[in-house]
């Protein structure tokens, strides 16, 4: 593992790279032929494949703070203890200021060297990469994935670190770093929407097992967890002999330990494990470090942009998840039926990268609809219909309008998601006509001009062609004034702090990017399903069907 360390590029590494080369270089000649994979090679996926397989251990570990009972105290019903998971290196490097320590170990080291070193080298160093690469500092480390990837408010940075003798010089850039920025965006569409007034005792945790009788969490012993689950990690990184293996043991481990805790300790998201969860994110933040390295694809810059597909290969061949997830290091393995493998890749639809792996691997392949799991329940999993258990997952509740405050009801409800429904209306109505009157400008600036030449008369007409379009979505479907005159409102701004407000309370503790964008999603759903019910049931009501509750589900399915 010491080899790890220095970067370096010794015969032994340049062995793997021929093997591996050897393996798939027949799948890269098939794959390139893909409009999708246009100018991806085999230089390029060497290239930048132990980086990927590196960043993913970051995501596996950004929410390591979860196994710790500080997490659950926090969070318990009634506790004012502050939440300080991405701070935990730190505490675990014996650092813990008198005001957070509980337990006399509380200032006592527990991470082992060789994992400190994993956790706190720079990954350029780690890698033998530059420290600037495609425009990313690679300078950070992966303990800024731990302790940066909400911000930097509680940060425990000490100068009396073991490893550092300086305070953090990415205080006060790190959250612009890409790396960190797609982690928190991949991090956000995993979150739950359980209500505050779910959250549970610290006396009693329970894992909530979607059908099945809960299991109760042993509180007390995540600690100790979380100290051996350091020891077993540290132990494999010593005799690990390149990136891939550290990558494996890192998931074979976490398998063990994460699955023992919570990622949400609030009910109803409390189906979601920390193990669940860092799958989750570690399977779109791979996704999206493919795209962005591998196909020169730019990151999503929040949740809105983050866009899907399921892989359907009806093949079970362990082979396949290998050259995906591995070899390629581009999409990792969602679930596996009786007779198919389902990965997550981003929104594409390309026949011919499909034609590549029917060619590559001898099976058929397909993808699902765009941001959608259903296909994954299409099988059957230990020859049961997965259908029936999809039907029923889709109606589990999360939360009622009663959990979210006194007087609350599912009328009131609607009708607020009707308003903000309308507010979002009204904002692009508001754009039209702020359009309509450049527009209007526009031509009385042509028609009083002193030249009437063909150029001009042809711009002109074009712009009046537009001007009727523009005029016409204004004035389709329900008027302006209609919308201030129920609200009342003078115009949109007016409504914004309504808007606000109510998400923060429907979707707390997660607390929305903007009014605006917020309110353009849930219009874009009414534009989709035509029902503020249905809306309501999906934003509010019922679990929604996010990666993190599909891998949880499938875990849960596959033991009983």
Known sequence: MGKLYSGIKSAEKERRLQRIKGNIIQFMNLLTKSADYKGVNLNKVEKYRDLILFLEIGAYLHDIGKLSSYFVISKAKGSKAKDFHGQILFVD?????????????????IIPESLEKLLFTPINELLGMPPLVESIDLSISLSHLVCAHHN?????????????????????????NPLLSLLRTVDHIDASNASDNNKQGFSKIERDNFFYPP???????????????????NEAIKIAGNMLQVNKEVKKITNKYFVQCLSETRKYGNDITLLDHSKSVAAFYKMFLFDFFIRGRAFPKSFFDVHFRILEIASTEKRIETYFSEVLAMSNLVARSDNSSYFIVPNMRSKKFLTAISENFNTSAAYGPLDDFSVLFNETLNREELTKFFLRLKILHIK????IKADYNKEKAIQDIKKTVFFAILRRKEALARKLKSLDRHLSNLENGNTHDKKNIANF???????????????????????K??????????????????????????RPPSPNKMSDFMLKQYLKHHSFKRIYEEMIEYRPLILGRIYAFFRTIKRR
């Open 485 to 510: 005159n129920l609200y009342g409102w003078e115009s949109s701004r007016d409504g914004e702090k309504d808007i606000y407000d109510f998400f923060s309370l429907i979707l707390s503790p997660i």
């Open 400 to 403: 009622n309008p009663e959990d």
């Open 152 to 176: 930097c408010s509680r940060c425990l940075y000490l100068h009396n670190n073991s490893f550092h003798n300086l305070p953090c010089r990415f205080k006060d850039k790190i959250q612009k």
């Open 93 to 109: 490097l014996g650092l813990a200021p008198a005001s957070l320590s509980t337990e006399k170990e509380d200032n006592t080291r």
């Open 461 to 483: 007409i074009v712009k009046k062609h537009e001007m009727e379009i523009t005029r016409a979505r204004l004035e389709k479907g329900v008027s302006m004034e209609s919308i």
């Open 215 to 233: 299991t109760k969490i042993s509180v007390e012993h995540l600690n100790s967890l979380r100290k051996q689950f350091y020891g077993d990690l």
